[in-house]
């Protein structure tokens, strides 16, 4: 006989998480979100390090720069999701029969546990001379820079959008000192997108720029990321 439900549906199906002597509400409610996120629970499935791995496919998907061949930069590259999908895309293990093997190098301030197909290193991207080293281990340019960093949250919105979009821009700075000409940049900004300097940075050197909103992002989630194409060199 099949088991009577409360009559809520999927609803009965949600982990719950108890506030627990010492944790903040807002953890509490973090960790329940991460519990109950189907994004969360297929990136565990299918062994990526985490949810942000689906928002860079949904963008390759559309835009299509992770293409075998390419030489890949990933700012910020912890803990490595971006990587892992970049690899298989650019063909970096070679795989592929026929088709043209390419690379990937992540970079990030703390240490990144070894991708198989991606060269990590740890360097912070703002020192002087950032740029000669990448394009060093890339033996040249790159076709894509890419960055899913955020800065550290205060709790305050406006401070922390100030924030992401001047990491934002320092990440396109560098993508201006490393891309080779027809390139693509992709990084993750807040609501509203790019905006003021930054916007009209990469329309300067861009052919085209688009703000997006994957559907892997949360709802909840002020977090867009812009695509800009076709660097001008």
Same mark, same amino acid.
């Given at each position: 006989m099949a088991k009577k439900t409360s009559g809520r549906g999927e609803r009965d199906l949600r982990v719950k998480v108890k506030t627990a002597r010492g944790r903040k509400l807002s953890s509490t409610r973090w960790l329940e979100r991460q519990l109950n996120d189907p994004y969360v629970a297929r990136a565990r499935r299918e062994?990526?390090?985490?949810? &942000? =791995?689906f928002k860079i496919m949904e963008l390759d998907d559309k835009?299509?720069?992770?293409?075998?061949?390419?030489? %890949? %930069?990933?700012?910020?590259?912890?803990?490595?999701?971006?990587?892992?999908? =970049?690899?298989?895309?650019?063909?970096?293990?070679g795989e592929k029969s026929g088709k043209a093997v390419g690379r990937i190098i992540g970079v990030d301030l703390q240490e990144v546990e070894p991708i198989a197909g991606a060269e990590l290193h740890v360097l912070d991207f703002l020192e002087d001379g950032a740029d000669f080293k990448v394009k060093d281990w890339l033996g040249g340019r =790159?076709?894509? %820079?890419?960055?899913?960093? &955020?800065? @550290?949250?205060s709790g305050h919105?406006?401070?922390?959008?100030?924030?992401?979009? &001047?990491?934002?821009?320092?990440?396109?700075?560098? @993508?201006?000192? %490393?891309?080779e000409e027809g390139g693509t940049f992709v990084a993750k900004v807040l609501a509203g997108?790019?905006?003021?300097?930054?916007?009209?940075?990469?329309?300067?050197?861009?052919?085209?720029? &688009?703000?997006?909103?994957?559907? =892997?992002?949360?709802?909840?989630s002020s977090e867009k990321f812009v695509v800009a194409t076709g660097f001008r060199g």
């Open positions: 062994g990526f390090r985490g949810r &942000a =791995a835009y299509r720069f992770l293409v075998p061949g390419a030489r %890949v %930069v990933d700012l910020g590259c912890a803990p490595g999701g971006w990587c892992q999908v =970049a690899v298989p895309r650019i063909n970096a293990l =790159a076709d894509v %820079v890419m960055s899913d960093m &955020a800065a @550290a949250s919105k406006q401070t922390d959008h100030l924030r992401i979009v &001047a990491l934002c821009e320092a990440a396109a700075e560098f @993508a201006f000192d %490393v891309l997108g790019a905006e003021g300097t930054l916007q009209a940075l990469l329309k300067q050197r861009f052919d085209k720029v &688009a703000n997006v909103k994957p559907g =892997a992002s949360r709802a909840d």
